[in-house]
């Protein structure tokens, strides 16, 4: 069973920084991919990064320049390193894995598995 935990939320004022971890058990590294999600109140869920299973990255518009997505296979865990925090990347921020075949897009109807989700907030 795939299991997927996330953790480094939190508050931080626009301009800084946050990492998310994602600690993922359950299912063979590499064959599968990973990505990052948010969902704030008033918007659906929104794609932010995803690293495919060749190691590839993709990342939503909005993020790119200040989001790096990585992964050590080592571990099992997933990051996101947040920098250049904007109020509107104020969300709820989920983990989410697939099964190879259903990689290669960062939409979240691609992902099956999801860990509970960890809060992040910025302040003007």
């Known amino acids: 069973q795939v299991q997927l935990m996330e953790s480094g939320g939190g508050s931080v004022q626009a301009g800084g920084s946050l990492r998310l971890s994602c600690a993922a058990s359950?299912?063979?590294?590499?064959?599968?991919?990973m990505g990052w999600f948010r969902r704030d109140p008033g918007k659906g869920r929104e794609g932010v990064a995803m690293?495919?299973?060749?190691?590839?990255?993709r990342y939503a518009d909005s993020v790119k320049g200040r989001f790096t997505i990585s992964e050590d296979n080592a571990k099992n865990t997933l990051y996101l390193q947040m920098n250049s925090l904007k109020p509107e990347d104020t969300a709820m921020y989920y983990c989410?894995?697939?099964?190879?075949?259903?990689?290669?897009?960062?939409?979240?109807?691609?992902?099956?598995?999801w860990g509970q989700g960890t809060q992040v907030t910025v302040s003007s």
């Open positions: 989410a894995a697939a099964p190879a075949p259903r990689c290669g897009f960062l939409l979240a109807i691609r992902f099956p598995y």
């Open positions: 359950g299912y063979t590294y590499g064959r599968a991919c």
């Open positions: 690293i495919d299973t060749d190691g590839s990255t």
